[in-house]
């Protein structure tokens, strides 16, 4: 039997924040709440499903580098363009990390500076 990823931990400045964002983007709810501020999110099936639940961590130290891991996520319900348009008004900027323009994927970053991609494919 092998193992696999149940929890992504996320150091964050604002976790509320963070977490709201990242709800509205892959229709995760708050699972949990603790007394540090720590943030559980992740499916409405909770903890132990199929996707993996984010715990958005306080942190002190601002983000001053790019990560050497990053999210890819992939449009379930409308097409690349229009899932770019909403991540956007959800408070996701564009980042330059080199790429030439020609990828099939864009580079965004979330309210705390992390990147992560967002893939052509639409995924069900």
Sequence with gaps: MACRISELIIPARDPGRLAEFWCAALDFIVLETDDEGAVEIGPREGFGGPQPTLVIVP??????????????????????????????????????????????????????????????????
């Design 59 to 124: 942190a002190t130290e601002p983000k001053t580098a790019q990560l050497r891991i990053h999210f890819d996520v992939n449009a379930t319900d409308r097409d690349q363009a229009a899932e770019l348009e909403r991540l956007l008004s959800l408070g996701a900027q564009p980042a330059d990390i080199g790429q030439t323009g020609t990828e099939g994927w864009h580079v965004l970053t979330d309210p705390e500076g992390n990147e992560f991609c967002l893939l052509r494919q639409r995924l069900s």
